[in-house]
């Protein structure tokens, strides 16, 4: 027996791996490593439920902001015809892939009917695109109504793009 009152065997103490810094400080790390996967698939997943709009639902939300503006300054009139005929050709562009963003609006029209599209479609087109010409390029006045009417148009021809499941 030595000194302290232990046998001899004891001088050969060892400390179990469970106890040891290393082992706890793995243990920290590994339990945050797993409650942040567990924080980021949760995000993802919810992420990943939340419904993306549509493009039809976009522009006719834009054509919304659009009819909200001050419609009684002719300036507001004529940009609203050029926002009018570019959202129509970002659409088609979008929605349906075809070139017509570097078209002017009479040779989208000519696009529309080689393509042979929905007919409101290409009335819609029509009547947005030739009576905004006038506007955008000769500076012709128009009243207010006219600019109520062609946003209705426009909301008609985005109205005509929704597939029939999701009417």
């Known amino acids: 027996m030595d000194v302290q009152g232990l046998y001899e065997i004891y001088d050969f103490w060892h400390e179990p791996f469970w106890q040891t810094i290393w082992f706890k400080a793995l243990m920290i ?6 409650l942040f996967a567990i924080l980021f698939f949760a995000w993802l ?26 419609l009684d300054n002719p300036e ?9 005929t570019s959202l129509l050709k970002e659409y088609c562009v979008n929605r349906y892939g075809w070139q017509v963003g570097g078209l ?9 009917h080689d393509k042979h ?13 030739c009576g905004g010409e006038s506007i955008k390029f000769a500076h012709e006045s128009v009243n207010r109504d006219r600019v109520l009417a062609d946003c209705a148009l426009c909301k008609d021809f985005f ?9």
Not at 76 to 84: G, K, Q, S
Request: charged share 35%; aromatic share 6%; net charge positive.
């Open 29 to 34: 790390s590994a339990f945050t490593g797993l």
């Open 76 to 84: 507001v009139r004529r940009a609203v015809y050029v926002e009018l």
């Open 45 to 70: 997943l919810l992420r990943l439920r939340k419904k993306s709009k549509s493009l039809w639902e976009v522009a006719l939300a834009r054509v919304a902001v659009i009819r909200e503006r001050d």
């Open 117 to 129: 599209v929905d007919l409101r479609m290409q009335e819609a087109f029509e009547r947005i695109a």
């Open 104 to 112: 002017t609006d009479r040779e989208c029209i000519i696009f529309l």
């Open 159 to 167: 109205c005509a793009t929704i597939p029939l499941e999701q009417r």
